[in-house]
């Protein structure tokens, strides 16, 4: 994958992960508030203040989380995000993380 691809990739993930969440707001299983600045998403949960980062790295072609829980990184496999480590997928684990950290499902 070119860098612009893996650059288009990245956006529209985080457009997607940012949708989901801002979906969870509104339908009140969430209470969170979302800001996204160039390659990086925050995710903050309003109840304990924590928060949750999504980013894209290109050099290194993934996204990269970092949560409560631990950092992960993430790498395209033609069809969808995975772990580098485990193999899981990236929005199962951000729907665990929002479950953990925000007590909510997303």
Same mark, same amino acid.
């Given at each position: 994958m070119?860098?612009? =691809? ?6 529209v993930?985080?457009r997607? +992960? ?5 979906r /969870?707001y ?5 209470d969170? %508030?979302c800001?996204?600045?160039?390659n *990086?998403? %925050?995710? =903050?949960?309003?109840? #304990?203040?924590?928060k949750? +980062? *999504? #980013?894209?790295? /290109?050099?290194?072609?993934?996204? !990269? *989380?970092? /949560?409560?829980?631990?950092? &992960? ?7 969808? !995000? ?8 990236? &929005?199962a684990?951000l729907?665990? +993380? ?6 909510? /499902?997303?």
């Amino acid at each position: 994958m070119t860098e612009t =691809e893996f650059l288009s990739l990245a956006d529209v993930t985080l457009r997607q +992960i940012e949708d989901a969440f801002d979906r /969870a707001y509104q339908n009140d299983t969430l209470d969170i %508030e979302c800001s996204r600045s160039g390659n *990086v998403l %925050e995710i =903050e949960f309003i109840d #304990n203040g924590s928060k949750l +980062i *999504v #980013n894209s790295q /290109a050099p290194m072609q993934e996204m !990269w *989380v970092a /949560a409560r829980s631990g950092g &992960f990184h993430y790498k395209y496999d033609g069809q969808k !995000w995975l772990n580098t480590r485990d193999g899981s997928e990236l &929005f199962a684990t951000l729907a665990g +993380i929002a479950q953990d950290q925000g007590g909510g /499902a997303l």
